[in-house]
């Protein structure tokens, strides 16, 4: 809901990729329930659990892990973009813009979003992110309904 009012007022593009990231960040979190990082213990069977209680399966949007390691090891990641992307223009502001912006060659976008294509850049790597929204709405509406 921040997301979408801030693109309503007019925020800035830090306001709004702030937005996009801390929710993303957040739907990271849930995947973790459903899909525990630990293979020992009660994290399993509780993920299955919860998988089964919430009708999720491997085809949801939060199983994914690519974007949430992207967000989750930026720092690190951004260690490895550096020193393999040392030559061009470089965008470490956030952008709001089209995503197609990271298609340029020798342009290097550290995060933009794309709000036509609701596409997410994060070190030229473009995440489509209404599909999570989409699906954290609907984990969302379940809990309330239960």
């Known amino acids: 809901m921040r997301y979408e ?3 309503v007022s007019g925020a ?3 306001e709004i990729v702030s937005s996009v990231h801390e929710a993303l ?3 990271a979190s849930l995947s973790r329930f459903f899909w525990p990082a ?3 213990g009660v994290a399993p069977a509780r993920g299955e659990r919860l998988r089964h209680c919430f009708g999720i399966d491997h085809s949801s949007p939060l199983y994914g892990r690519e ?3 992207a967000l989750e090891h930026f720092d690190e990641r951004l260690d490895e973009y550096l020193l393999w ?3 061009g223009y470089f965008f470490p502001d956030a952008k709001v813009d089209s ?3 990271a298609d340029e060659a020798i342009g290097h976008i550290f995060k933009l979003v794309d709000p036509s294509r609701q596409i997410f850049v994060v070190l030229g790597q473009k995440f489509y992110f209404d ?3 989409r699906e954290v709405e609907r984990i969302l509406e379940f809990a309330r309904n239960r």
């Open 5 to 7: 009012r801030s693109l």
């Open 25 to 27: 960040t957040h739907a």
């Open 85 to 87: 992307n040392d030559a």
């Open 67 to 69: 974007l949430r390691n």
């Open 12 to 14: 800035t593009a830090d």
């Open 99 to 101: 995503h197609e912006l």
């Open 38 to 40: 630990r293979s020992q």
């Open 131 to 133: 599909p999570i929204r």
